[in-house]
């Protein structure tokens, strides 16, 4: 029971039980008949309710309202439903207040209206970088022709700087696609600790002589399941942010250990499973973060660093592999204390495979015939061209029916069908389907700026299928073609 003054801002605590009385940190005995301002309600929380301990007074109705607790006392939210209390059949002064915790709730709400947003922002991420890859293609393969076939040394430099520019553009696309989780991913058995590793010099060489890194590598690790170059992508992330957090030295630790993660805990992360997991943290000792910063660290182009130094795509580049990886990625900090990452990948059963160094083609050239399908004009007129150039017999057509009806009026063979996974009328993949019904020994290269098709789930490449993400290099595309002909 609370009573209302006739004036004032103030109210007292009349009957208070324990769980009411632990919101103000307070036993019931000690809150019972104390004004709220002596349980330290601040002013303006006291103003606003006695506005509607008087309002619920004056109409004789209940009133229901959702409030934060005092901050001084943990994030907590309540539930609070407000009626008058008639006594005696007079005008009442006193209400009585049923509060009840909906912190658990409120927390819930927080992550779904999270994700809601995280996904929205990556579908408009997986939709732009179709479009966009299409255009660094064009724009980076002809910067690289002008550079190899101009004589002009000053239009070399001019394409030079073209392409290094469409590259940065490219690198931050692929960034927005992982974390969109639309970025292919080709997983395989890994040891963390082995990866690590091998990664550590190129680490070293990231962060400087005044930082020292330390390894504490658990012995026994479990086998994780995930893309090697996306893990060292954010291995990289990671030690990047910790260099940045120590701009006066310090040190940066790469730990990995097993773990297991209850049901407690897959609940709070939300979208994981319990179960076995081996973590990949990196700790530093730098300035740590604020924790008003914390939720908005894996939102896109959210940086706290200074203006040119962070695009504010790297933490959510993480969370997108980590997420397609079937993982969680979570930040523990505070100001003055460091950071610590850890992201945690499911345990699978298997053999670690071993990493196998592509060999370069030192002249990828070919005489075969190549069917080439592209609906976008200016990538395909470069492909065409790159593919002439190197010798290879192209038949460049803008849909699968146009490229159904020329294949049908030749009589030798298609050794090498080259197609965008996304097109109007027929996909690539229809278009392969109906081809090799009467051209069974026809290869199939799919090429394609966007991953949320017919060959990928999730982001992970299906068995079988040969691929080359957009944007590429005319090298980059005929190294490929060679290795689709040659069965690699």
Not at 155 to 176: C, I, P, Q
Not at 337 to 361: E, I, L, N
Request: glycine share 10%; hydrophobic share 45%; net charge negative.
């Amino acid at each position: 029971m609370i009573a209302v003054p006739a004036a004032g801002d103030d109210y007292t605590f009349q009957t208070p039980n324990a769980a009411f009385a632990s919101e103000f940190n307070q036993d019931a005995d000690d809150l019972r008949g104390m004004l709220a301002s002596a349980a330290h309600v601040s002013a303006e929380a006291r103003r606003e309710w006695v506005q509607r301990f008087r309002a619920c007074l004056h109409t004789g109705d209940t009133l229901t309202v959702e409030y934060a607790g005092a901050p001084e006392f943990g994030p907590r939210w309540f539930l609070a439903r407000i009626a008058p209390v008639h006594q005696d059949g007079g005008d009442s002064d006193t209400v009585c207040l049923v509060a009840t915790e909906i912190t658990a709730r409120k927390s819930l709400e927080a992550q779904l209206a999270r994700s809601q947003r995280l996904e929205a922002i990556g579908r408009l991420a997986g939709g732009v970088a179709h479009d966009f890859n299409n255009l660094l293609t064009v724009i980076l393969s002809h910067a690289r022709f002008i550079e190899r076939d101009s004589l002009d040394a000053q239009a070399r430099s001019d394409a030079g700087a073209v392409r290094e520019a469409g590259e940065r553009a490219s690198a931050l696309t692929r960034r927005l696609l992982a974390f969109a989780r639309r970025q292919v991913s080709e997983p395989q058995a890994l040891d963390l600790n082995v990866l690590t590793h091998d990664t550590q010099q190129m680490l070293e060489r990231l962060i400087g002589t005044n930082i020292a890194i330390v390894t504490q590598l658990a012995h026994g690790i479990w086998t994780v399941r995930a893309d090697p170059a996306q893990v060292e992508q954010v291995l990289m992330n990671l030690v990047v942010n910790a260099r940045d957090a120590m701009p006066d030295g310090g040190r940066l630790t790469i730990e990995t250990a097993n773990v297991h993660l209850d049901e407690a805990y897959a609940v709070e992360a939300g979208e994981l499973q319990p179960g076995d997991f081996v973590m990949l943290s990196v700790s530093d000792t730098g300035t740590g973060i604020d924790p008003s910063v914390l939720p908005h660290l894996f939102e896109p182009f959210f940086t706290t660093k200074p203006l040119g130094k962070g695009t504010g795509l790297g933490l959510p580049m993480c969370f997108g592999i980590m997420k397609q990886a079937g993982g969680h990625i979570a930040v523990y900090s505070e100001p003055g204390h460091g950071t610590t990452v850890k992201c945690y990948f499911p345990r699978v059963d298997g053999s670690v495979a071993h990493r196998v160094q592509v060999a370069a083609v030192p002249s990828p050239r070919g005489s075969e015939t190549v069917l080439l399908v592209e609906d976008e004009a200016s990538v395909r007129e470069l492909a065409a061209r790159a593919l002439g150039a190197a010798g290879y017999r192209v038949l460049a057509c803008s849909d699968g029916e146009e490229a159904l009806r020329v294949a049908a009026g030749i009589d030798g063979e298609i050794a090498l069908l080259v197609t965008d996974v996304v097109m109007p009328i027929m996909g690539g993949p229809q278009l392969a389907s109906a081809l090799q019904e009467t051209r069974p020994e026809t290869r199939v290269l799919y090429t394609s700026g966007y991953t949320e098709n017919a060959i990928v789930h999730g982001g992970t490449l299906l068995t079988g299928f040969a691929y080359l993400a957009k944007p590429y290099l005319p090298e980059t595309l005929l190294l490929r073609v060679r290795q689709v002909l040659d069965g690699g």
